[in-house]
């Protein structure tokens, strides 16, 4: 079963809730999967069931199409948020990590074709593998955080936190006025460019800046 853990190896005081994530927040990956930039934060969710340690394999879904990963920045919650303003956001987020948000995109492709929602796409089984977390005992620059993923050595993602639509206090806030957010739940940030298809062997490495954090996983 799923615990959240810390990368300094002590105690998350709280377990594994919703995950809120938001799609299209960076313009170039929007671009590239031909999507019109949303005018405000487009959210779904992902059930606790789909959350696995990014360390474990991933086992790609047999018979269901194409599987895409999508390298996330994301957010542990601390503290309730309902409703918040941007000045409560900070002293909320209790640690910084890494996530795939995992993707069928042919399923997701019909789905959107058919103005049904994506859940099916983006919430299934193991659909959110989810680093260690980066306890948060100072605030950082919140516009100026960098993460990046390798496929098979190959640098493909580069998020930068400046780039995105909506900044990370304002986006927190955002999805409090519409779920609350209690300890224990995580929100996803978006994934910028560089989005593909996994295949079985594939090698898979995240990091947080320079030094703060590195993950690897393989597909299965």
């Known amino acids: 079963m799923y615990q959240h853990q810390f990368t300094c190896g002590s105690e998350v005081p709280f377990g594994l809730g919703k995950v809120v994530c938001v799609g299209r927040n960076y313009a170039d990956h929007a671009a590239e999967l031909n999507n019109p930039?949303?005018?405000e934060p487009?959210?779904?969710i992902k059930p606790a069931t789909a959350v696995v340690p990014?360390?474990?394999?991933?086992h790609l879904p047999v018979g269901r199409g194409s599987c895409h990963f999508e390298g996330e920045l994301a957010l542990l919650i601390g503290k309730r948020l309902s409703n918040a303003n941007v000045a409560e956001v900070p002293g909320a987020i209790a640690g910084l990590g890494l996530s795939l948000d995992l993707t069928l995109r042919d399923l997701q492709t019909?789905?959107?074709k058919a103005g049904h929602p994506w859940e099916k796409a983006k919430g299934f089984d193991k659909s959110c593998p989810l680093s260690p977390f980066v306890k948060l005992d100072w605030l950082p620059?919140?516009?100026k955080l960098s993460y990046s993923l390798w496929l098979n050595g190959e640098l493909r993602q580069q998020g930068e936190t400046e780039n995105m639509l909506t900044p990370i206090?304002?986006?927190?806030a955002y999805v409090s006025s519409y779920f609350?957010?209690?300890p224990g739940d995580v929100v996803l940030t978006g994934t910028p460019a560089g989005v593909g298809e996994l295949h079985h062997g594939d090698n898979l490495a995240m990091q947080l800046e320079d030094d703060w954090l590195r993950v690897e996983t393989q597909v299965a």
């Open 54 to 58: 990014m360390a474990e394999p991933i």
């Open 180 to 182: 609350t957010l209690e």
């Open 141 to 143: 620059d919140w516009d």
């Open 110 to 112: 019909k789905l959107k």
């Open 37 to 39: 930039v949303p005018e």
């Open 169 to 172: 206090l304002d986006l927190v």
């Open 42 to 44: 487009l959210l779904f």
